[in-house]
């Protein structure tokens, strides 16, 4: 092994050492992001605004798929009797109602989006505060939102989840 090797284990061992003693003297603990964006009252009131507010737009785009689909249908079952003229000129109105329909779903889903972001950060706001005040409570030196492993024990999300059930506005 060369020096520089030695040097380097010799490094990480105390390094981890030193990261043991730590976690030995803090306070940790975690909580799990995505149930409070499910689970809590701020995102379920949230959800229910969104979809309070994009429901008539979403119920008029499903009634344009209809009105496309109801015309490709009309075009096929005619198709056999219209002349060259006629096939082209419905063939033409398909394409632009098509092409407004893909435009309006676009739009749609980017509004649909932003709102979404808009309503998600205030929940995240809402619970990040719930967090430090459990943190300051129970006097949690670190808080983690997102883990791949940890014992059920430094989990937070619970008491989290009743600050914002009870504060809710």
Known sequence: MTYFAKKCLVAMALSAAGLTA??????IAYVNTQRITTESAPAKTAQAKLEQEFSKRQKDLVDLQASLKALSDKFERDAPTLNETQRVGRQKEFADQNRDLQRKQREFQEDL???RNEELQQVLDKANKAVK???????YDLVIQEVVYSNT????T???LKILNTNVK
């Open 22 to 27: 730590i976690a030995q003297d803090s306070r």
């Open 113 to 115: 989006n932003g709102r």
């Open 133 to 139: 005040q459990v943190a300051d409570t129970e006097k």
């Open 153 to 156: 024990k430094h989990d937070i």
């Open 158 to 160: 619970d008491r989290v």
